[in-house]
């Protein structure tokens, strides 16, 4: 079976998950966490609205408490999703990933389908045929893909159980 025919994503021994990606999807996976790391540090919210699906506002009636929240509470949370975009962008080239590892790839795959949702405004009806325009249909290919991804990761991690056993 040629990479190419094979998941993505499947179990690996020791709790790893294998990474069966074509060097251009992982070059493509690489340019976007990279782009949309961009997008992360150089906007907020209030600047980009497709990021408050990322920073929902704390305080939608009042945007200046809410400011204030993005600018304290908000970089956390800008950190935690940095760190997970950071841990993609360094193991795209990685043959196995460790829990840690693809559990960071699943918020970075989740993220930027989000923002991609955001702006496209995609709802469960959304198909392929409803954007005329190349720029959009084409990022509505890439929400597509990233949503493949993250099935298909989420499917080679298995039961939470499995990848968490509970202590007695």
Do not use: C
């Not at 600018?71 to 993609?88: I, K, S, V, Y």
């Amino acid at each position: 079976m040629s990479e190419a025919e094979r998941a993505p994503f499947a179990p690996a021994r020791g709790g790893a998950v294998g990474v069966h990606l074509p060097k251009d999807a992982r070059a493509m996976l690489r340019e976007l966490a990279s782009s949309f790391r961009r997008l992360l540090t150089e906007h907020t919210p209030s600047s980009d609205v497709s990021l408050q699906r990322l920073f929902p506002p704390a305080y939608p009636d009042d945007p200046l408490q809410n400011l204030d929240f993005e600018r304290e509470a908000g970089r956390g949370l800008l950190d935690q999703r940095l760190e997970a975009l950071d841990l993609l962008i360094g193991t795209a080239d990685a043959k196995r990933l460790t829990i840690d590892e693809a559990m960071a790839w699943m918020r970075a795959l989740n993220d930027m389908r989000l923002v991609f949702g955001s702006r496209l405004n995609v709802t469960e009806e959304t198909e392929p045929g409803d954007f005329d325009a190349a720029d959009e249909a084409r990022t509505f290919e890439l929400y597509l893909l990233l949503g493949w991804l993250l099935e298909t990761l989420i499917a080679a991690l298995g039961e939470p159980d499995a990848v968490a056993p509970r202590s007695t």
